[in-house]
T-cell receptor, first 114, second 114 residues
């Protein structure tokens, strides 16, 4: 079974630009969660999607948004990039049908904002 | 809301020595507990999880963890560390009502010396 894939793996953007990251979950998984990882803040939950609906959201500004498609693939978008958005963005997939299930993480997208 | 504390930011052990990484959680009901490992530049890999039942949980790579409700702890142990265990370890807690919104600790970086 293929694992979670994230594209692109690396991105360099400048302040004010916007960016879209993509995540393809494991086949059969309907839940996709996004996390931001930085040295200062650690791993912080962004949001979770299940069957195209956002089920949970972390404490991030509205510049961070996401969506999920009918094939469970998910995208997250960050608009008006700031220097502080430089981070490793991790996507995790899970079956998601019960309260909490094991999450499988992708390798992440490293975003650098200049 | 749930929270996780990993009191040790950095731990150094000799190869072959035993290891214990500490994790304390805060959550009112029965938590869902996880330990993940992250190698440099990689995503997170699940080592083990506790949902219910036996409080001593066996995981991959020879790791185990014990859930102690009275101490709100879920410490990770390994009897004999290998050089390849050098990585960062994250404890995480989830809650039934929060679906996949898992809260991570700040991580413990493990260094293994020959």
């Amino acid at each position: 079974k293929a694992g979670v894939t994230q594209t692109p793996r690396y991105l360099i953007k400048t302040r004010g630009q916007q960016v879209t990251l993509s995540c393809s979950p494991i086949s059969g998984h309907r839940s996709v969660s996004w996390y931001q990882q930085t040295p200062g803040q650690g791993l912080q939950f962004l949001f979770e999607y299940f069957s195209e609906t956002q089920r949970n959201k972390g404490n991030f500004p509205g510049r961070f948004s996401g969506r999920q498609f009918s094939n469970s693939r998910s995208e997250m978008n960050v608009s008006t990039l700031e220097l502080g958005d430089s981070a490793l963005y991790l996507c995790a997939s899970s079956i998601g049908t019960s309260g909490v299930s094991e999450q499988f993480f992708g390798p992440g997208t490293r975003l650098t904002v200049l | 809301a749930q929270s996780v504390t990993q009191p040790d930011i950095h731990i150094t052990v000799s190869e072959g020595a035993s290891l214990e990484l500490r994790c304390n959680y805060s959550y009112g009901a029965t938590p869902y507990l996880f330990w993940y490992v992250q190698s440099p530049g990689q995503g997170l890999q699940l080592l083990l999880k506790y949902f219910s039942g036996d409080t001593l949980v066996q995981g991959i790579k020879g790791f185990e963890a014990e859930f102690k409700r009275s101490q709100s702890s879920f410490n990770l142990r390994k009897p004999s560390v290998h050089w390849s265990d050098a990585a960062e370890y994250f404890c995480a807690v989830g809650a039934e009502a929060s679906y996949q919104k898992v809260t991570f600790g700040t991580g413990t970086k493990l260094q293994v010396i020959p």
